[in-house]
């Protein structure tokens, strides 16, 4: 059974940093792609990042780049989101996701999310 | 970029009502359109890829259809279950989502 479990979410304050992680199981990690998406509350969801199979390609949100620094560890089965310079606007429940092998980011399986609150 | 607009935003219905969501791109992205459901306080189940392949596991009552700049999702028969936001999504975009309510 496909397993995603995210952590590390909490309480930052603004201009902070903070690394979110998600444990893989029930699948070869290394042979998918994966991604973040978050949903502030009362928002819709928003795709924030992506990351290819070996960790050699990476795509973001405009409102994240050179913010945010997604990055996997294919050994351990993790996923990671770097966090710096957070903002008010960054607060939300933040999902990893793992992308279906046909390169149009489809989101078949996804973890239970952690939240992420940028407060001061 | 590509900008995905769904409607209605909230739509009330009943149980056994045909439900019909619309997602509208901004330029024509072939089938490369995906749908979910997602539930508060749960993960986002994708329903429906390439516009119109449903997922395993997915009831049938669910249905989506179209090309290019316009697509549907269709529920045939509202099950209480299925009172849910529902995104249609293209790549790295999100449509803004529609709630469907209990009237």
């Known amino acids: 059974e496909v397993q995603l479990v995210e952590s590390g979410g909490g309480l930052v304050q603004p201009g902070g940093s903070l690394r979110v992680s998600c444990a893989a199981s029930?699948?070869?990690?290394?042979?998918?792609?994966m991604s973040w998406v978050r949903q502030a509350p009362g928002k819709g969801l928003e795709w924030v990042a992506n990351i290819k199979e070996d960790g050699s390609e990476k795509n973001y949100v405009d409102t994240v780049k050179g913010r945010f620094t997604i990055s996997r560890d294919n050994a351990k089965n993790s996923l990671y989101l770097q966090m710096n310079s957070l903002r008010a606007e960054d607060t939300a429940v933040y999902y990893c996701?793992?992308?279906?092998?046909?390169?149009?980011?489809?989101?078949?399986?996804w973890g239970q999310g952690t939240l992420v609150t940028v407060s001061s | 970029d590509i900008q995905m607009t769904q409607s209605p935003s909230t739509l009330s219905a009943s149980v056994g009502d045909r439900v019909t969501i619309t997602c509208r791109a901004s330029q024509s992205i072939s089938s490369w359109l995906a749908w979910y459901q997602h539930k508060p306080g749960k993960a986002p189940n994708l329903l429906i890829s390439?516009?119109?392949s449903l997922e395993s596991g997915v009831p049938s009552r669910f249905s989506g259809s179209g090309s290019g700049t316009e697509f549907t999702l269709t529920i045939s028969s509202l099950q209480p279950d299925d009172f849910a936001t529902y995104y249609c999504?293209?790549?790295?975009?999100f449509g803004q989502g529609t709630k469907v309510e209990i009237k």
């Open positions: 390439d516009a119109s």
């Open positions: 996701a793992r992308e279906r092998p046909k390169g149009a980011v489809y989101l078949d399986h």
């Open positions: 029930g699948f070869t990690f290394s042979s998918y792609w």
């Open positions: 999504q293209h790549y790295g975009t």
